[in-house]
């Protein structure tokens, strides 16, 4: 699913994480590590928001430095505290997920009708809380067919109730579209046993499997 190829990831010189070669089969994987550890920019750079030295490859077929715009259409990437434009509406950030997905924009309602965000999906993002924001970067997430989903830090801000309708949704397209998930989080997984989980520790600038 995931290869990486003399992956290393540096801010001014310091070294965050390196993975010299690497195959992530397709599951679920939660990856851990303290606050700092770079979780978060370990999945910022696969969704293409940060350059790496190095590559990694997608499918075996979609290299991300070479094809960007092609592997990051099927990466969808729920950022820890999302940040949109307060003009907008939940209903239109929606739409504009859907078109650059090419995903038809009534498989949407299906997850804006669990999440209970039906009331208020019309109104400016400026007036949602941290939590209904939390919900729709979520949605954005699942939006389309992605071969991989990226969730950082999942947890927060998010009420017992959500969490667990998180969890019915990986499972679900996990096993229905064979989407691959690698989600983010210092805090412990509360997940239904459903849910096989392949834990990942970033430590030291390095990327080990747990066990």
Known sequence: MLQFERYSKSYSGRLVLKIDRLTLEPGIYWIKGVNGSGKSTFLKTIAGLLPIEGDILLNDTLHLKEQPVAFRRIVNFAEAEPIFPGFLTGMEMIRLFASAKGAPLNTTSHYIESMSMAHYINEPLVTYSSGMLKKLSLVLAFIGEPTLILLDEPLITMDT?????????????????????????????????????KEILIADQTLTFAG
Not at 167 to 179: F, M, Q, R, S, V
């Open 161 to 197: 109730a959500s969490l667990a309708i998180l969890y019915t949704w990986i499972t679900e397209k996990h096993a229905n579209g064979k989407t691959s998930f690698l989600l983010s989080s210092h805090q412990e997984l509360s997940v239904n046993t459903s849910i096989t989980l």
